[in-house]
């Protein structure tokens, strides 16, 4: 039995999400619409920025009495609070009047550091933005907001330097004459001229880089970036919704799924094909090619298994009715009878027998009848002509069935389990080269539990959109009874992926070990 994988795969990812994608692309356009609709029905606004430049020399710090072992970080972090701090914002307002108040101006206002912060001795920069619905105001407001606090700077350090050359002046005079040349008068007298020179600058230590310019177009709302983060947003909520859809989907969606179920090979698909849903509704009918490929390469896959070991009787089931096993089984039958295999098609589902209306011999007698000994199994059994394709081309060939019969069973599992069941698949398969057997499901009636010994090896006929929770108890069957399972079939394929996907299998089960050469050649030429 070949082993599977449970890890995802790309394929299978790929295969989700585009299962899904309506849920995906609906989220992406929702979120992508929400976010434009309101970035579209937002105000507005300009921002303006001006930079302001505050000189750290170490001489000036020295001179002023500021201590020179701050870091420059430190130094810039002082900076921007400074200028945050005040009644800049109010003046501010005072100033540009126009219904300006200090609360609206400050919350207009963005203090920040720009670039990176230097060394002492060199210049820092903080940035001064407002943002407001006009982009002249926003330029005013910044400008005016600027040339306030360095206009309150200057003052500040005029008035600084001032009282200090008051100080020093003041010490100066209270020297002795013999003193005013020593070391210490010297030196006041040198820090007097200096902070009188301050004085005369108007020194504020800050001064504009560079004034604000109108802004020509809104800093927000960014409708553009908004929608791209929303239609972002939507993705992934859309992904995370086709994600939990498909944890909380037990439906069977992928072929390559029945392989992880049983872990056992996939031997076939089956396309979904108005020809085999006429099965059981008495119309007979000759398979388009494309249903006739699809039957003849699960035979030959089924045949390159006894290039190892003779599986002379397949025994067909599935996990609930309706599966479509009796097709499958019907169809597989005659694929085998039209490349001149002797094939026996028997019908063991005594419950639900529908064989021999489609073939149209219904009241013909049957297994049902063997089994009670009313007529000899030679005599049970029925010749009908099958022709593999709607061309003609595999000519018409003989399929030997049993059909279910018209004897009333009252335990059918029982009669099943008789020496005159065994008795006749034992003669059966020193005749046929291949017996196909066609039971009910096995979960459903225990009726074909005691054919599972007898049975060479056992298919399963599983239809996409069946649920897990019907195919694992299943596999637990199969594991608990030691039957020897072959693999499982896909059925209702969407046609329009089944080409393809057939092939891609084909071309896979070459690759496969232990596969037969001859018959995957016979397969592959069949295929194209």
């Given at each position: 039995m070949q082993q599977r994988s449970d890890g995802p795969n790309l394929q299978r990812v790929l295969s989700v999400l585009w299962r899904r994608a309506p849920w995906v692309v609906i989220c992406a356009v929702l979120a992508a619409g929400a976010a434009f609709a309101l970035s579209k029905h937002q105000v507005k606004k300009y921002t303006a920025t001006t930079s302001l430049a505050f000189n750290s020399n170490q001489l000036t710090q020295q001179i002023a009495g500021i201590p020179t072992s701050i870091s420059p970080q430190a130094q810039q972090n002082s900076n921007v609070k400074l200028v945050a701090v005040g009644d800049m914002a109010e003046k501010t307002a005072a100033q540009l009047g126009q219904g300006l108040t200090?609360?609206?101006?400050?919350?207009?206002?963005?203090?920040?550091?720009?670039?990176?912060?230097?060394?002492?001795?060199?210049?820092?920069?903080?940035?001064?933005s407002v943002s407001v619905t006009s982009p002249t105001l926003a330029a005013r407001i910044a400008n005016a907001y600027a040339a306030q606090f360095v206009t309150e700077q200057r003052a500040t350090n005029h008035h600084y330097f001032t009282s200090a050359l008051a100080l020093v002046q003041k010490q100066l005079a209270a020297l002795p004459p013999s003193q005013r040349f020593s070391a210490a008068g010297v030196a006041l007298l040198s820090r007097a001229q200096s902070l009188k020179l301050l004085a005369d600058l108007q020194y504020g230590g800050v001064q504009i880089a560079q004034r604000a310019s109108v802004p020509t177009a809104p800093t927000s709302p960014r409708t553009k970036r908004n929608t791209l983060i929303g239609g972002a947003l939507g993705l992934i909520v859309g992904l995370g919704i086709a994600l939990l859809l498909e944890y909380l989907d037990r439906r069977i969606r992928e072929p390559e799924e029945l392989e992880e179920i049983f872990e056992a090979p996939l031997l076939g698909v089956v396309p979904e094909s108005r020809a085999l849903a006429r099965f059981g509704k008495g119309r007979v009918g000759v398979l388009p090619p494309t249903e006739a490929e699809a039957f003849s390469l699960l035979l030959a896959h089924l045949r390159s298994y006894n290039a190892e070991s003779d599986h002379r009787i397949v025994l067909m089931t599935s996990a609930s009715a309706g599966q479509g096993n009796s097709t499958v089984a019907l169809h597989l039958a005659e694929a085998a009878?039209?490349?001149?295999?002797?094939?026996?098609?028997?019908?063991?589902?005594?419950?639900?027998?529908?064989?021999?209306?489609?073939?149209?011999?219904?009241?013909?007698?049957?297994?049902?009848d063997v089994l009670v000994g009313a007529v000899r199994a030679d005599e049970a059994i029925h010749s009908v002509t099958v022709t593999g394709r709607s061309d003609g081309g595999a000519g018409e060939q003989i399929l030997d069935v049993m059909v279910a019969g018209e004897a009333p069973l009252s335990t059918p599992g029982e009669m099943l389990e008789s020496y005159a069941m065994s008795a006749v698949l034992t003669r059966a398969s020193s005749i046929y080269d291949l017996i196909v057997i066609d039971t009910p499901p096995l979960t459903a009636v225990s009726?074909?539990?005691?054919?599972?010994?007898?049975?060479?090896?056992?298919?399963?006929?599983?239809?996409?959109?069946?649920?897990?929770?019907?195919?694992?108890?299943?596999?637990?069957?199969?594991?608990?009874?030691?039957?020897?399972?072959?693999?499982?079939?896909?059925?209702?394929?969407?046609?329009?992926?089944?080409?393809?996907?057939?092939?891609?299998?084909?071309?896979?089960?070459?690759?496969?070990?232990?596969?037969?050469?001859?018959?995957?050649?016979?397969?592959?030429?069949?295929?194209?």
């Open positions: 200090a609360r609206k101006v400050g919350e207009s206002l963005s203090i920040a550091q720009e670039g990176e912060t230097t060394a002492i001795g060199e210049s820092s920069i903080v940035g001064v009878a039209c490349i001149r295999l002797r094939t026996l098609l028997v019908e063991l589902d005594l419950r639900r027998p529908k064989l021999a209306r489609h073939l149209g011999i219904e009241g013909a007698v049957g297994t049902s009726d074909a539990f005691p054919i599972l010994r007898q049975a060479d090896g056992v298919i399963v006929v599983a239809s996409l959109g069946l649920s897990r929770d019907a195919a694992e108890p299943l596999r637990q069957v199969l594991d608990r009874s030691g039957a020897s399972l072959l693999g499982v079939v896909a059925n209702r394929v969407q046609a329009r992926r089944f080409r393809l996907d057939a092939y891609k299998r084909s071309e896979s089960h070459k690759a496969s070990p232990g596969k037969s050469s001859d018959s995957v050649a016979v397969a592959a030429t069949q295929e194209r």
